[in-house]
C-alpha cells in the first residue's frame, strides 16, 4: 500500500494568503491595462453619443418649417 501524505500538513512553513486576483496572476501591470482599455471605452461611448446627438439634431435643422 502506499504512505498516505496527511501527514504531511504544516511542513514547509507558512504561506502567504493570497486573494483570489493575486492567485489569478493580477499585478501592477494588469491593473493599469485595465484603466486603459476602461479609458478607450469611455471615449469611445462619448464619442458615439455625440455623433447620435447630431444625427439627431440634423434632420431637425434641415426640415423645412412648416407656417
Known sequence: MAKSR????????QRKKLSR????GANPARND???A???KK???VRKMRERAAAAE???AQDA???S
Open 6 to 13: 496527511n501527514g504531511l500538513l504544516g511542513v514547509g512553513g
Open 21 to 24: 486576483a493575486e492567485q489569478q
Open 33 to 35: 491595462d485595465r484603466k
Open 37 to 39: 482599455a476602461e479609458e
Open 42 to 44: 469611455q471615449e469611445l
Open 57 to 59: 439634431a440634423a434632420p
Open 64 to 66: 423645412p418649417a412648416e
